[in-house]
Structures are given as C-alpha cells and as structure tokens.
C-alpha cells in the first residue's frame, strides 16, 4: 500500500490550494479515504472523510463549507480542494485509507501566511 500527497506549498490568507493523494497497492475503488491534519505542536486531526463510490462524504466543523473532497476511482487519486483558508490551516495534510490497518502517506505541507 502507498499513498502520496501532493500540492502542499505556501498561501496567503483567503487563498486557494488542492492537494492530491495518489494511491497503489490495493483496491482503491473498494475502501473509503480520509484526510488528516498536523499542526506544529498539536495532535493529529481528522479533516474529511469520503465513501468508496465517492456519494457520501463528512466534514469536520471547522472545514465545512470551505474545503471539499473528491476521488477519482479510474485514477486512483484522491483530492482536497481547500478554499477561503486561514492560517489556522497551517498543518502537515495526510491521506489515510484503513484497512486491516491504517495505511498514511507522509504528509504534504501547506502553510497559510501573508
């Protein structure tokens, strides 16, 4: 299993990002994926969650309505499009897939700052 994140870099206040997630190693279309966040000095959190078909899909309170998550099955990559960011933002990104176990990438970062 190998995920790889992408499209990290740094964003002024009230821009725009997407950050990929490009999958191998198993059945990409078979499981849900999620994204995770880092920030310095704080616990790893849980941002987005998307279903396998892509049909549903959950936000944490404090991305909702800015942030969106897609997949494309045919590619085997997984998407964030971050809109109107702020610089709590300012995280390490982690794509997540759980199977038997939980499989991360090793993160890109974005870094939102004027």
């Known amino acids: ?35 995770y966040r880092q920030a310095p000095g704080k616990e790893r959190e849980w941002v987005t ?17 800015r942030f969106t998550i897609s997949r494309d099955n045919a590619e085997n990559t997984m998407y964030l499009q971050m809109n109107s960011l702020k610089p709590e933002d300012t995280a390490v990104y982690y794509c997540k897939v759980t199977m038997a176990e939980a499989y991360w990438g090793q ?8």
């Open 1 to 35: 299993v190998q995920l790889v994140e992408s499209g990290g870099g740094l964003v002024q206040p009230g821009g725009s990002l997407r950050l990929s997630c490009a999958a191998s190693g198993f059945p990409f279309s078979n499981y849900a994926l999620s994204w």
């Open 49 to 65: 969650t998307i279903s396998s078909t892509g049909s549903s899909t959950y936000y944490a309170d404090a991305v909702k309505g």
């Open 107 to 114: 993160g890109t970062q974005v870094t939102v700052s004027s």
